[in-house]
């Protein structure tokens, strides 16, 4: 973004007037701030950002937000006057996406929104400029942040969404307004806020709301809970999945270390191989080739751009530790539905024969969370998987289930027996799945073993 402070006045409808001030970037944290930023200060429980103003102008803001019930602005510095930092800053993200000309990608669900960020990203960019929602700024907050950083000439945003509550994704979508909207799955996360997964589902469709006239909508053609509300819709609506029902779906998936061949049948029929692991990858995968292919790739181009498609750490990454132990780091999150997914590659995986999982709570299930925990037991194949580290005290329930059933422990808050036991015994033959919700904080499992 490269605006005047003038043209942002008029975005806000603020009747003030500056001299000739250029933005070049937003930014909430002056400990990130660059030259040129807009500060936006807002106000929490635990703090007050009208506090850092003046430190934001030392470190280079062109101006700053200021709400106009708070008290003693500084003088002498070009201030914007707003009733709410917060609905200023979407005013501002809407008014800038209303004039930017990029084709706008939006992807929400339960599981999978980063990977199949990353993937559809990843397709494009090599022949298109393409910017990415970066981190978890899906939110209300960083949503617009994310819409305000895209430079003037990128072509193609690709932009994730999160929510915890009815309404949330509706806010963003009609900001974004997007040419494309996904809904990757519906699974079981945000379960205490929504009530049911049937109240997920309703909560992701809202994606739909901001879709364009001409628009698409792809979606988990799998998914029962989601054909309902297609059929209700006029939408141009695509599915994809991994049956011979859907508009595109995946057939003969074969996965090694280095990542997973598949062929294509439907909307197109080719075979293509993606660096990453699990049929859940693939799946995600089948979303990018669609986009790609609607924007006019070649299955050529699209194949040649999917071998180099990398995702964000701690989803699904081979990672080698001591003791040459691998491990499948995909401890980022987890959700009934995911952790499905990733005991379901490590069972039928060929890359190392002793099979160890590591697995943290599952967090916001909501009153169900015990009978969630209890349920992995009956996905998890004894005579395939051979070791099962459970931590958190949810897990206790699993740990119950399990009890006699195979070589497991549990940790309610320490990882030391975890790390004590791999070191013990895995080994170079050893296989082990990190996997948990992002509170578990996984990855210190594996910062005990990383050469």
Not at 11 to 25: K, N, P, R, S
Not at 136 to 155: A, K, V
Not at 211 to 234: H, M
Not at 407 to 422: F, G, M, R, T
Request: net charge negative.
């Amino acid at each position: 973004m490269k605006k005047t402070l003038n043209d942002i006045a008029r975005w806000l409808d603020a009747d003030q007037t500056f001299e000739d001030i250029t933005v070049t970037g937003v930014s909430i944290n002056t400990r990130t701030l660059q030259p040129g930023d807009l500060f936006i200060p807002f106000r929490g429980e635990n703090t007050n950002g009208h506090k850092y103003v003046a430190q934001a102008f030392e470190a280079g803001a062109a101006a700053a937000f200021w709400q106009k019930d708070e008290p003693n602005p500084p003088k002498d510095v070009p201030l914007i006057f707003v009733d709410d930092a917060e609905e200023a800053l979407q005013q501002m993200a809407r008014a800038y996406r209303a004039e930017h000309k990029a084709t706008f990608i939006a992807v929400t669900g339960s599981n999978g929104k980063t990977s199949t960020k990353d993937l559809i990203a990843g397709t494009l960019k090599p022949y298109y400029k393409v910017q990415k929602t970066e981190g978890n700024y899906n939110n209300q907050l960083g949503l617009p942040l994310t819409l305000l950083s895209l430079d003037e000439d990128t072509q193609f945003a690709v932009l994730e969404m999160g929510m915890d509550g009815f309404g949330q994704i509706e806010l963003l979508t009609k900001m974004a307004k997007p040419h494309y909207a996904v809904i990757t799955n519906i699974g079981e996360a945000h379960m205490e806020a929504l009530g049911s997964r049937e109240g997920i589902a309703k909560a992701k469709f809202e994606i739909t709301m901001g879709l364009q006239a001409d628009g698409k909508f792809f979606y988990d053609g799998d998914e029962p809970l989601l054909t309902p509300l297609v059929e209700a819709a006029n939408l141009n609506a695509i599915s994809f999945g991994l049956e011979a029902s859907d508009d595109l779906y995946a057939a003969n998936i074969t996965e090694t270390a280095a990542g997973s061949t598949f062929n294509v049948h439907g909307l197109l029929e080719d075979k293509f191989f993606i660096s990453v692991l699990g049929r859940h990858q693939v799946k995600n995968t089948l979303i990018a080739i669609l986009i790609a292919q609607d924007i006019g790739l070649t299955n050529d181009q699209i194949r040649a751009a999917l071998k180099g498609v990398q995702l964000t750490n701690m989803r699904m990454q081979l990672v080698e530790g001591k003791n040459d132990v691998l491990f499948i780091n995909d401890a980022y999150n987890a959700a009934p539905t995911s952790v499905r997914a990733a005991l379901n590659f490590v069972e039928h995986a060929t890359m190392r024969q002793d099979k160890w999982v590591v697995l943290g709570d599952m967090l916001e299930l909501g009153t169900l969370e015990r009978e969630y925990h209890e349920n992995i037991a009956d996905d998890l194949n004894v005579e395939a998987i051979h070791h099962v580290c459970l931590f958190g005290p949810r897990m206790e329930a699993l740990y119950a289930k399990l009890q006699g059933k195979v070589d497991v422990i549990w940790s309610a808050d320490d990882y030391a027996p975890i790390i004590e036991k791999l070191e013990a015994e895995a080994s170079a033959d050893s296989l082990v799945l990190l996997k948990g919700s992002r509170g578990m904080a996984l990855e210190n499992v594996l910062n005990a073993f990383v050469k």
